[in-house]
């Protein structure tokens, strides 16, 4: 009895003491379902609602007025605007990359542009990416973007939920990891250009809904994955390889049924780490700031259904350790990523969405 | 008497459709993921066949019952207001009610519950389970009838 007393106090001490390394301020509040968030060069925040609104965050302050001239999004479902990154050269070129998802209920697809950020409004606005063929249903958008160091532009395109079979074949975009060039065209070295049966748009497929992706500062490109009930997925992405979607899963489908009752086949890669059960990973960022010492290297995964972020510690490929953070919370994080200030900043899910700030308590 | 016989009946009908739609799903799955390039094994088979038994419980037998419960009231009802062969409304209740309900869930969730109702042929086994279901619901009732 007396050693469980002490194993008590010891945890008690442990979180008390972790609660007390930071502290999370609201930002801002008032957000529809924010998705993705970037962060501008003077300071302020370009924040994505997946009911199709773009809006900017100056002076610490929620801008009334969307940013104006978005094109038509379709918003049904998981469908909606998705995610937005900066091109590396927006202080001088005020380009911006958007994803969302287009078209109608019966026929919708993930989208990409460019299009350049002008007083508030979106100028010389070029699609450069609409994935294909066209489904039917409202879920499984992917709908992540990084861009590599060679300055060409990662898509994630989910696998529309009732086509999971199409992640499996070359011919179609669904569960791919897309590369393009900025101009949408499509990059001379990709894996399968030279093949008569493949998208030449495709770098990577056997993917179902990849909400995060990231490129680290090694270059390594980081991706997770959506299961079904369970399976959840950390990957290690190389070009041209196949992450197994559907053939093998750890996850079994929502009906209780088996996907595959195989995890692993020749010719297919291993996730780093799955999730059992699911922790609905969205969001993605690596630390490498020194506000948070403790944290450099380490990469961060909001989770939806867990209501928490993990911390993974990182060492050669592999996760080392996994903490389960920001669960004092109680809300579904659909983003986290590190500013430009090296403080982390997270969006909740929700019809009243936040963008929070992580900062150290002293 | 008769009540208990009818309840017998319903369960057995929902446990003869429920094993069939769950068995040919399984099939339907594995022959997916053969097509990816992986052979699978006559135990392998077996074990994935009696996994989803079980797995689909919570959500299948449910909306197996649930469907059937209101199918039958339905066949019942149009027996008595429109006449015919009782066995033959719930033969066509059977058969109808379940493809019927897979629509019905992927016009709500956007999505198909089950692999196997993405196709036609697929909605077809589940249609002739329903009617198997039922055609064991209206032999193991008869004596009601008479």
């Not at chain 2, 015919?84 to 066509?92: A, H, P, S």
Request: glycine content about 10%; aromatic content about 10%; overall charge negative.
């Amino acid at each position: 009895m007396k050693t469980i007393g002490r194993v008590c106090l010891f945890l008690f001490l442990v979180n008390t003491g972790y609660a007390a390394d930071y502290t999370i301020e609201t930002v801002v509040d008032g957000l529809s379902y924010p998705w993705a968030i970037a962060f501008l060069p003077d300071g302020d925040m370009l924040v994505t609602e997946r009911p199709g609104r773009l809006r900017l965050i100056s002076g610490g302050k929620l801008r009334v007025q969307p940013i104006d001239n978005l094109p038509d999004v379709f918003v049904g479902g998981q469908g909606g605007l998705f995610d937005i990154i900066l091109d590396s050269d927006f202080a001088s070129n005020q380009r911006l990359y958007l994803s969302f998802a287009s078209g109608a209920k019966d026929a919708n697809a993930t989208q990409v542009i460019s299009a350049r950020l002008e007083q508030n409004k979106l100028v010389d606005i070029t699609t450069i990416f609409t994935a294909s063929p066209s489904k039917d249903t409202p879920h499984h958008f992917g709908g992540r973007l990084a861009l590599l160091p060679d300055q060409t532009l990662l898509v994630t395109v989910g696998e529309g939920f009732d086509y999971r079979k199409k992640a499996q074949l070359l011919d179609n975009h669904f569960g791919k990891l897309i590369r393009i060039n900025k101009d949408g065209t499509v990059p001379e070295d990709n894996p399968f250009v030279d093949r008569d049966d493949a998208l030449p748009e495709i770098w990577t497929y056997g993917h179902r809904n990849q909400q995060g992706l990231l490129v680290s500062a090694d270059g390594t490109v980081w991706l997770h994955d959506h299961g079904p009930r369970g399976g959840d997925e950390l990957n290690n992405i190389k070009p041209g390889k196949n992450y197994g979607w559907p053939a093998i899963t750890y996850g079994v489908d929502y009906s209780g049924a088996y996907v595959s009752p195989y995890t692993e086949a020749d010719g297919m890669e291993q996730p780093v780490t799955y999730w059992v059960p699911s922790i609905a990973p969205s969001g993605f960022c690596e630390y490498t700031a020194n506000v948070f010492p403790d944290w450099k290297g380490n990469l961060f995964v909001a989770a939806l259904a867990e209501r928490s972020v993990r911390r993974l510690v990182m060492g050669n490929g592999a996760v080392l350790s996994q903490e389960t953070m920001f669960t004092e919370l109680n809300q579904r994080i659909r983003e986290v990523r590190e500013g430009p200030d090296g403080h982390l900043y997270l969006l909740t899910d929700s019809d009243e969405g936040q963008v929070l700030r992580v900062s150290p308590a002293n | 008497m008769k009540f208990t016989k009818s309840i017998l009946a319903f369960i057995a009908a929902v446990a003869v459709a429920y094993l069939l739609i769950s068995i040919m799903g399984t099939q339907f799955v594995l022959a997916d993921v053969e097509t990816y390039g992986l052979v699978v094994s006559l135990t392998d088979r077996l074990a994935a066949t009696l996994h989803d038994i079980y797995g689909l419980v919570p959500v299948l037998l449910i909306l197996v019952s649930t469907t059937f419960f209101i199918a039958f009231i339905i066949a019942s009802i149009c027996k008595q207001f429109i006449g015919g062969q009782r066995r033959y409304w719930f033969l066509v209740a059977g058969f109808v009610s379940l493809p019927v309900t897979m629509k019905l869930v992927k016009l709500a969730m956007g999505v198909t519950p089950f692999a196997m109702a993405g196709t036609a042929f697929g909605l077809l086994l589940i249609a002739l389970s329903g009617l198997a279901g039922s055609w064991v619901y209206v032999r193991l009732s008869q004596v009601q009838e008479n």
